[in-house]
């Protein structure tokens, strides 16, 4: 499965965002599709997952609140929708897809700039 991610920008403490994970190829729904980000200087964090199902993992706290991950399985997409964005959510956005039976990670998109400033 191939990966595209979009919808980054920047935007004001405070605000919204929605980032979108469009899938090509075979078998999308063999698949559980995460978002991670990179903020500068600092390793890639898992933000949250999502299976075929619907059934949803978001293991970053700090986000727990505020960002939702869904998926719409007839478009082939991933969303991770970010409410209330704070200048520590800035950070490089990348989707992920892995198979379900397996831990790692076997397609990456290119990443997404969200930018929140004060």
């Known amino acids: 499965v191939q990966l595209q991610a979009s919808g980054g920008g920047s935007v004001q403490a405070g605000g919204s965002l929605r980032l979108s994970c469009a899938a090509s190829?075979?078998?999308?729904?063999?698949?559980?599709i995460s978002w991670f980000r990179q903020a500068p200087g600092a390793g890639r964090t898992l933000v949250a997952s999502?299976?075929?199902?619907?059934?949803?993992?978001t293991p970053l706290e700090s986000v727990k609140d505020r960002f939702t991950i869904s998926r719409d399985n007839a478009k082939r997409t991933v969303y991770l929708q970010m409410n209330d964005l704070k200048t520590d959510d800035t950070a490089v956005y990348y989707c992920?897809?892995?198979?379900?039976?397996?831990?790692?990670?076997?397609?990456w998109g290119w990443g997404t700039l969200v930018t929140v400033s004060s």
């Open positions: 190829g075979r078998a999308f729904s063999d698949y559980v």
């Open positions: 999502i299976w075929y199902t619907g059934i949803t993992s």
């Open positions: 992920a897809a892995r198979k379900a039976d397996y831990a790692e990670y076997e397609s």
